[in-house]
């Protein structure tokens, strides 16, 4: 079955430091991989998506993220973290076997400290 | 914002009732989803609707249901609530059926079963 994880609950990291949020996937086929944000009583914000091509995505807010195939991962990245990055963030990944559902991690809580 | 919106913002029913949640898609988007996200979980697929018809479903039972109209709003009308149901749902909305594209989620209706 198709799955995603998402090892850690929360990450803390110093406002101006690198972050990196990780995701590992379970999939039988090509992966479509997509990671969303949730800030407080807010619906999700994509942020970017993996379909094909470069393994390094880049999206919005300076996020980014590297396909690794072989480690079966999409981490999100930013090179220099911000206060106001801090939020629920979501990875996701399309059934590659259906037209339908995203399957979600249970969600990282970023913390980013001033 | 993603023109995905949802109504009503907030609700609380009763054990035993029905409600009905309402999405408008994004404009030029003819594909609507539906997601429960309880407290601390990951949005979960309930189902989806293509051009008015539903075309994939969750695990959820058929005391959920919905409707996609004409101009590609939709319904999502649950019976006989039950204390578990208290949720975020979620609406999202996508151009086609072609896996790549993204889908764009609205800011959600919290319902709480009392």
């Known amino acids: 079955a198709q799955s995603v994880a998402q090892p850690e609950d929360q990450v803390n990291v110093a406002e101006g430091n690198p972050l990196t949020v990780k995701c590992t996937y379970s999939v039988s086929g090509n992966p479509y991989l997509f990671w969303y944000v949730q800030y407080p009583n807010r619906g999700l914000q994509f942020l970017l998506k993996y379909i094909t091509g470069d393994n390094l995505v880049k999206g919005s807010y300076g996020f980014e993220a590297e396909f690794n195939k072989s480690q079966t991962s999409f981490h999100l990245k930013k090179p220099s973290a911000l206060v106001s990055d801090s939020a629920l963030y979501f990875c996701a990944v399309r059934d590659p076997n259906r037209d339908d559902k995203i399957i979600f991690g249970k969600g990282t809580r970023l913390h980013i400290l001033p | 914002e993603t023109g995905v919106t949802q109504s009503p913002t907030h609700l609380i029913k009763t054990r035993g009732q029905q409600v009905t949640l309402r999405c408008s898609s994004q404009?030029?988007?003819?594909?609507v989803s539906w997601y429960q996200q309880a407290l601390g979980q990951g949005p979960q697929f309930i189902f989806q609707y293509y051009r008015e018809e539903e075309n994939g479903r969750g695990n959820f039972p058929p005391r959920f249901s919905g409707l996609q109209f004409p101009n590609y709003s939709s319904e999502l009308n649950v019976n006989a609530l039950e204390l578990d149901d208290s949720a975020l749902y979620l609406c999202a909305s996508s151009r086609g059926e072609n896996r790549v594209n993204t889908i764009y989620f609205g800011e959600g209706s919290w319902l709480t079963v009392v």
């Open positions: 404009s030029g988007h003819n594909t």
